[in-house]
């Protein structure tokens, strides 16, 4: 209990630094749909598949080029337990990341790092919901393709997460690769 205490601190805190913190942001919020593939990486838990979801953020810009956004994440993976067995991990949980956004340059690099709050193996394997059990972390690059400032802009990214999760004591770590497409607004 008071490990959760600690983190609902914690994103208390990073939301109230993004509500007081100077912006210049153009994009007050954004929205991505992704999908991607996961490869396992020493697990139990085989994390090999597909997977898809979707995030948001709140953005805030610091000294112009550096880029802020704390936000929420679904995601939703295929992933085996043994043999063929094939079943569905979902995740709900904060995402923030850090991007290098130089002007009149249409590529952003950043940072990302995701905690699910509530991480779930569903299907007839016995796994129960798990709670600040999953952690991902890893780097991406968006390209803006539709820059339209003030108003929206849309813009593709590729990313690579490394993911380290538990269900039920048992790992489930992954390589993930994501496509997605973003919009940033207002």
């Known amino acids: ?89 979902q995740q709900v949980g904060i995402d923030a990341y850090g991007a290098l956004s130089i002007p009149l340059m249409p590529v952003d690099p950043y940072l990302k790092f995701r905690s699910a709050v509530w991480d779930k193996v569903g299907g007839s394997y016995q796994g129960s919901a798990e709670h600040f059990k999953a952690y991902s972390w890893g780097i991406g690059a968006l390209l803006t393709v539709l820059p339209v400032p003030g108003i929206i802009s849309v813009g593709l990214y590729g990313e690579y997460l490394f993911d380290k999760s538990k269900n039920s004591g048992k790992k489930a770590n992954g390589h993930t690769l994501n496509l997605g497409i973003r919009a940033d607004l207002f």
């Open 1 to 89: 209990m008071i490990f959760l205490m600690k983190k609902v601190k914690l994103v208390l805190v990073a939301f109230a630094f993004l509500l007081i913190a100077p912006t210049a942001s153009f994009a007050l919020i954004d929205a991505s749909v992704f999908g991607g593939y996961t490869l396992p990486s020493g697990s139990y838990i085989n994390t090999k598949g597909f997977q898809k979801g979707f995030d948001a953020h709140l953005n805030t810009d610091f000294l112009v080029i550096f880029k802020l956004g704390v936000g929420g994440f679904y995601r939703n993976s295929d992933i085996k337990i043994t043999g063929n067995q094939k079943f569905s991990k």
